[in-house]
């Protein structure tokens, strides 16, 4: 592929729907790749080692980090989560979409990093159906579910750095307004100017 990927990074409170929503676009989408982040948090139930994340444990992420290879990392909710670099680099080079699923202070850290990269913050329709919805995840105990509530309060503060925003209420909705924002971010000028050079000879 001639063009280099985007970089493009996706935030929302846990219960937006976020995982989803970024399934199906990668299932119907062969240029997406994930991220696959690492974390100290334990494995849920149907989770894979290497496919949802890279589970370390504490010791393990802190020579990670040491040895630089973690793009950006954060502690939530009492665990590390980080990116790691090299991966999310060379998929780019290589004209893949990279997909980064992560927190606020990560995606403002990347940002940092590569001015480029395009946030994009997911929002269930409301703030009552949040709170359904993270209910509803039996995998969670009931002081973490109050965690997250809080946690998605604060998140919100940190809206103003993305540039777009999308709300969940019909998930095909949803991955359709995702398609159409990484199409018309391709036709970008400022993406395209090896293109253009071409004609100003
Ligand atoms: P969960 O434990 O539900 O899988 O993830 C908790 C939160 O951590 C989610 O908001 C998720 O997007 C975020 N997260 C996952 N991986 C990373 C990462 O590598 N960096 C940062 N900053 N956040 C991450």
Known sequence: MSHEGLLVVVSGPSGAGKGTVLKRL???????????????????????????????????????????????????????????KEYIETTVKEGYDCLLEIEVEGAENVKKAYPDCVLI????????????????????????????LQRAREEMAYIENYDYVIVNDKIEDAVENLRSILKAEKLKLNRNRKMIEQFKH
Do not use: H
């Open 26 to 84: 990668k299932d119907s989408d062969d240029s997406i790749r994930f991220s696959i982040s690492a974390t100290t948090r334990t494995i849920r139930q149907g989770e894979k080692e290497g496919l949802n994340y890279f589970f370390k444990t504490r010791d393990e992420f802190k020579s990670m980090i040491e040895a630089g290879q973690l793009l950006e990392w954060v502690e939530y909710c009492g665990n590390y989560y980080g990116t790691p």
């Open 121 to 148: 913050f997911i929002l269930p329709p409301s703030f009552e159906e949040l709170k359904r919805r993270i209910e509803k995840r039996a995998t969670e105990e009931p002081e973490i579910v109050a965690k997250r």
